[in-house]
């Protein structure tokens, strides 16, 4: 989730260094092991799944970056559900709930719900005119509607950047599951870190070898775990520590506590009326930025048809209720007692879940849980490398280097671009502590949410002048980078420390991400007058209004299923 980083913020810091390192658990381990190797066959597997004998090998960023296009309700019902509900999200959220309450953690159940209003309305739009014009990526469209490869490489060059931080988050939580385990301990660096060296190069391979299919086959399992772990969890372990009020209790003490180090509660367990703005500003702001995220849309263009978004648009929002359940799981482990430490002895919040399962499961049905969240770390990092892989192919390598590049190559470019990427991303969470991704992601937040009028308000109107729309994302981009390093962590005292800050000239504190959105939308709309009035040369939109309606029996989209031809503008016709 986008902002599911900063629930993890507002919780990293403020717990003390806790006890002994942990023994490893050895059936849980061995449950984790055997499901990791079942998922790494069906991902290997999947290069070969509804694959045409003459597109063997993943010949065109249809075939590889979008599974040919062709994915029906269910496996897009799985394949979203893995993708918008991470392994990070379902260790941040409790975590940030058994940490500082609702505020940093229930504001991610709205904000799915909001969601899908959203997704309903405008994610159709976006398959058809893509459909059409053989778009892959959302800066594609931006450059066909535009005409301009400055603004497209902008909005490329903004996903591939917001997303990467995205990915190391997701390792993050897979080794969170590791360190449960008892796995990564002793002095040894190399060895501590083996056993996520080795399943990020299981990912890496079969990413390559698969493409999309990889991740589509995987979250069918993902998902099927995750909903037995959560609903046997929520349905026995109230019951088993006194049922709800005796939880809310609990939790209730703990967050009116006074943290030693900020002097104020720990949290709340209910948001209080001078928090709304906060909220609901989170809560909106992160639901319009996750499907401008390209990993998201990659999911979307791989459907069959706008019909099988909408019916999803309907129904994922199960998904938000099995994540209120979980989120409230964090409660349930302060009840519980639950000590997340990690193999370096010390208490790490993150752990919570993973260690709550431990704790009051079998081995073996906590082996099944933790192995739920490590497969749900493996599928949206695959579909975001891909992701990221296809921007910069199509819009930085075709669009600005090799403008005649065929599909066979920017297939090859795509292929080797996502192992570049998972290779920072890995790197990034070895080297590097995890604060630095947590701000990363924080930031990347704010980032993709400059992209939206571009995209948004293209699949409606061509009001908008290009360069009034590429400064608007400047400024954007800028206010909100620099409101975000100026908030203060209070425990570490650290920049970036969070993403609530007051709008300027007032004390209403609010989403960064919004109010930078806010001064967006309004720069692109005076300069587009100003630029309108003095006569300034715009782009050419090569999109029809016939384009943003179209369906999977449209001829022009039957032709691009049938033959993956490539009939949107060449990089050359974007002028700026």
């Known amino acids: 989730m986008s902002a599911s980083s900063l629930a993890a913020a507002a919780v990293l810091g403020t717990v003390p260094a806790a006890t002994t390192p942990k023994p490893i658990n050895g059936v849980a381990l061995a449950v984790v092991i055997l499901i990791f190797i079942l998922v790494a066959a069906m991902g290997f597997l999947a290069s070969r799944w509804r694959v045409k004998p003459a597109e063997r090998g993943l010949k065109s960023l249809d075939e590889w970056g979008l599974g040919g296009r062709g994915f029906g309700n269910w496996i897009t019902w799985f394949l979203l559900g893995g993708d918008l509900y991470p392994a990070y999200t379902f260790i941040a959220v409790p975590a940030a709930m058994w940490g500082t309450g609702a505020l940093t953690g229930f504001f991610a159940v709205p904000y799915t719900v909001v969601l899908y209003p959203i997704v309903f309305l405008l994610m159709a739009r976006l398959w058809s005119v893509s459909h059409r014009h053989g778009f892959v990526t959302p800066a594609d469209f931006v450059g066909g509607r535009y005409g301009s ?27 969170a ?40 086959s995987i979250a069918v399992v993902k998902d099927l775990l995750i909903y037995v772990a959560v609903i046997v969890a929520i349905v026995w372990l109230p019951s088993h520590f006194g049922g709800w009020a005796q939880i809310f209790d609990a939790a209730d003490q703990k967050m009116s506590a006074i943290n030693p180090v900020t002097q104020k509660a720990v949290g709340s367990i209910i948001p209080g009326a001078t928090s709304f703005n906060a909220y609901w500003t989170l809560a909106l702001g992160s639901a319009m930025a996750l499907f401008m995220y390209p ?5 979307v263009l791989a459907t069959k048809s706008r019909n099988t978004i909408r019916r999803n648009a309907v129904v994922l929002p199960l998904y938000s209720l099995m994540l209120g359940f979980l989120a409230l799981l964090g409660y349930v482990a302060i009840k519980a007692g639950t000590v997340p430490v990690g193999v370096d002895g010390k208490i790490n919040p993150q752990l919570v879940v993973p260690q709550l399962f431990l704790d009051n499961f079998p081995s073996w049905f906590a082996g099944v849980a933790l192995a739920a969240i490590a497969v749900g770390a493996l599928v949206p990092a695959a579909i975001m490398s891909i992701a990221a892989s296809n921007l910069f192919t199509r819009n930085v390598y075709r669009d600005l280097f090799r403008p005649n590049a065929t599909p066979e190559q920017e297939a090859k470019v795509s292929k080797l671009t996502s192992l570049v990427v998972k290779v920072g991303a890995l790197a990034f969470v070895l080297l590097m502590d995890q604060f630095a991704a947590i701000n990363m992601q924080l930031l990347g937040g704010i980032w993709i949410l400059q992209t939206f009028p571009s995209i948004v308000a293209g699949l409606y109107t061509r009001w908008f002048h290009r360069w009034a729309l590429l400064i608007g994302w400047a400024v954007g981009i800028v206010y909100g980078t620099v409101s975000a390093y100026n908030v203060i962590n209070p ?27 806010v001064i967006n939308a309004i720069v692109s709309v005076v300069l587009t007058i100003v630029f309108k009035a003095a ?42």
Not at 166 to 174: C, D, S, T
Not at 192 to 213: C, K, N, S
Not at 295 to 299: A, M
Not at 552 to 558: C, G, H, L, R, S
């Open 149 to 175: 490869k400055t603004l497209s490489t902008a909005v490329a060059v903004t996903g591939i950047v917001a997303t990467m931080p995205y990915i190391a988050l997701q390792l993050v939580g897979l080794k």
């Open 177 to 216: 599951v590791l360190s449960v385990l008892g796995v990564g301990g002793g002095d040894n660096v190399f060895l501590q870190d083996l056993p996520l060296i080795i399943a990020f190069v299981v990912l890496a391979a079969y990413t390559y070898t698969a493409g999309l299919r990889a991740p589509a």
């Open 295 to 299: 990993h998201s849309i990659t999911g």
């Open 491 to 517: 425990a570490t005292k650290a920049h970036f420390g969070g993403s609530i800050a007051t709008i300027p000239f007032t004390d209403i504190p609010v989403y960064i991400a919004v109010t930078a959105f």
């Open 535 to 576: 006569k300034v040369k715009d782009g050419v939109d090569s999109t029809t209004v016939g384009d943003y309606g179209a369906d999977e029996n449209d001829p022009k989209v039957a032709q691009l299923e049938k033959e993956i031809t490539w009939t949107n503008p060449t990089p050359d016709s974007r002028v700026d």
